[in-house]
């Protein structure tokens, strides 16, 4: 089959029709992990524990045949040891949330770490933010501010899991900062191994810790199985094979599909409606996920 590609634009990206359908496909495969996780009956700790033990093997022939030639780099696998634990308490702090809160919250905040991270480079940098960027974060206080407000309305217990759905933003920024810097030597595969090397025992420990059921129960095991597959591989592989091909505007625009398809299921699985409050608040963090993938000319975190 022929791949309609465009020409090369004038910032050195190439993109295609396949180019393009993968990175859809790749973020309608991670929005439907909420989903699973709350089909799962094994805890949501213990589902995060599963999502990254699973595909283990499959990750590492992938991170053989994409390993990069040379001596390896044991700073850099340290430092991706480290981020692994930073994503460790992402996926559990998110798994809790979604257990907690609507889908769609829970997709919004869990991707915040894009505005965390502009955020960070600003200060890092010392310098006054961009228009584009303090749009950006006023766009974000002021939709977070209406989606935990309408979450308190709802009850106690979704305002706890927007918080928790936050505080996984927050360590998946944390986690990116080193993956970031080590992906460009060790590659994309080796990475997200040595992540989940470093983060499956953390998990297993949290898990058995707060006295969650590990293995499945009556719901078997194909939710965690999809999952592992959906989110490490499927997921995962789509995005690595076609991020190189789009500028950060498209990708931002592209992440939104997440949190409209998580709505859509919570929606039509759950009964989890949205009022026009919700779409204002959903609108304005969305806006700010975009916004904080703009490059500005400077602050960009090293």
């Known amino acids: 089959m022929d791949r309609a590609t465009a020409p090369p634009d004038k910032n050195g990206f190439q993109a295609g029709a396949w180019h393009f359908a993968a990175l859809i496909a790749g973020n309608v495969a991670l929005a439907l992990g909420p989903w699973l996780v709350r089909l799962a009956d094994t805890g949501p700790v213990s589902a995060a524990f599963w999502r990254l033990l699973l595909p283990l093997p499959l990750l590492a022939l992938l991170a053989w045949r994409g390993r ?3 001596p390896f780099n044991r700073k850099l696998a340290l430092l991706c040891m480290l981020a692994g634990a930073f994503f460790a308490f992402d996926l559990a702090s998110w798994h809790i ?4 809160t609507r889908l769609a919250n829970a997709t919004l905040f869990g991707n915040a770490g894009s505005v965390i991270l502009m955020v960070w480079g600003l200060i890092a940098a010392r310098r006054a933010p961009l228009s584009t960027e303090a749009a950006g974060v006023a766009a974000a206080l002021a939709g977070a501010a209406i989606l935990l407000g309408r979450s308190l309305e709802i009850s106690s217990t979704s305002f706890v899991g927007d918080l928790f759905c936050l505080a996984a933003g927050l360590f998946y920024a944390f986690y990116l900062l080193p993956a970031q810097r080590a992906r460009a030597v060790l590659g994309p595969w080796a990475v997200l191994l040595l992540v989940s090397i470093a983060a499956t025992p953390l998990l297993l420990g949290m898990a058995l810790a707060v006295g969650e059921p590990v293995l499945p129960g009556a719901a078997g095991w194909t939710p965690v199985l999809v999952l592992a597959l959906s ?10 094979y076609s ?9 931002g625009m592209a992440l939104l599909t997440q949190p409209a398809i998580a709505a859509l299921v919570g929606w039509l699985v759950f009964g989890e409606l949205l009022v026009p409050l919700d779409i204002i608040g959903m609108a304005l963090v969305g806006a700010a996920l975009v916004l904080a993938r703009v490059p500005g000319k400077v602050g960009r975190v090293r």
């Open 231 to 240: 989110s490490q591989i499927v997921g995962q592989g789509l995005l690595v």
């Open 243 to 251: 991020l190189r091909h789009f500028p950060p505007l498209i990708i």
């Open 68 to 70: 990069s030639p040379g």
């Open 97 to 100: 949330g979604i257990e907690r």
